[in-house]
């Protein structure tokens, strides 16, 4: 193996470690005022309704995965959406199908200063799947779910649905205490879980319904229907604070040369400056080692 290892004589590698001390010593100094700056503003998202759905049809000869996403926004990029509707080609004969369509179908997002919030409203709400072109999977009078991260507080999260509630055609009331199971002889079941929320010290989500279903029409195998829902997803991460410490790992320090009086000496009448220890340090280094140099010289002679 090469090596480019060079040996040097010993009062030459003294007065390089001298010197070094000497380009170190303000160095280190200056490094430890140092801070890390944070560019992070805070987060928030807002969706109206995710889909993750298998769409089998004829006796499952033909697969199409029902994914979509109605007015999904992002904080600080995105403000709010408002479409009504969402639709899916290719699954009814080549045409659009409507998978959701509501009056009020509003998501935002937004990231300002010290807040970060995500808010869904939702209103007179009729959700629709292959195979049930008439009947509609569920039917919803009022949706809404909010997350909010605000500097210095505990985020909250909420998220609510009122008024009545229709799953395949039948009436239903939802608990919070647990998941809600409807199942109608020919057409399939949904089960639904009501008003998901989550929180940490810095994030928070809602969910204001989540929708399993499994839906095949009279076993005919025209349209079999699997898979998820969630309507009226909210999300938010809090802004970093201004006032807090860049880095606690890193804090400014004040150095000074060990035996240095508490109080800085002027000393602009005589040259001098902060780095004059240093100099002066070094100056003694040098001298001793010199010394020591012509000593063991004039014994070798």
Do not use: I, W
């Not at 995105?78 to 659009?96: F, I």
């Not at 649905?161 to 009331?173: E, I, P, Q």
């Not at 969630?230 to 809090?238: D, F, M, N, R, S």
């Amino acid at each position: 193996m090469n090596s480019d290892t060079f040996r040097m004589p010993a009062r030459r590698l003294a007065t390089v470690a001298t010197a070094t001390a000497l380009v170190a010593g303000p160095a280190a100094l200056a490094g430890a005022g140092a801070a890390h700056a944070t560019t992070d503003q805070g987060r928030a998202s807002a969706v109206v309704l995710r889909t993750g759905l298998d769409v089998s049809l004829l006796n499952k000869t033909v697969n199409v995965p029902l994914a979509v996403s109605l007015n999904e926004v992002q904080a600080p990029r995105s403000a709010d959406r408002t479409a009504l509707t969402a639709t899916l080609d290719g699954v009814d004969g080549g045409k659009p199908f409507s998978v959701l369509g509501a009056d009020v179908a509003s998501a935002k997002a937004t990231v300002s200063g010290s807040l970060a919030e995500g808010s869904v409203h939702l209103a007179h709400a009729r959700l629709h799947v292959p195979g049930l072109p008439l009947l509609s999977l569920v039917e919803l009078d009022t949706v809404t779910s909010k997350a909010t991260c605000e500097t210095g507080k505990q985020p909250v999260a909420s998220a609510n649905v009122l008024g009545a509630v229709t799953v395949l055609g039948k009436r239903v009331t939802l608990s919070a205490g647990g998941p809600t199971d409807v199942k109608v002889p020919g057409v399939g079941e949904v089960r639904l879980d009501l008003s998901k929320r989550e929180t940490t010290s810095t994030t928070a989500a809602a969910s204001a319904l989540e929708l399993k279903v499994s839906v095949n029409p009279l076993k005919l195998n025209v349209a079999d229907v699997e898979g998820t829902l969630t309507l009226a997803k909210a999300t938010c991460e809090t802004p970093p604070d201004p006032a807090a410490p860049s880095d606690p790992a890193d804090p400014v320090t004040d150095v000074k040369p060990q035996g240095a009086p508490a109080k800085e000496t002027k000393l602009a009448e005589t040259g001098g400056s902060s780095a004059t220890p240093y100099v002066v340090a070094g100056a003694l280094a040098l001298l001793l080692a010199g010394g020591g140099a012509v000593t063991v010289a004039r014994r070798r002679r």
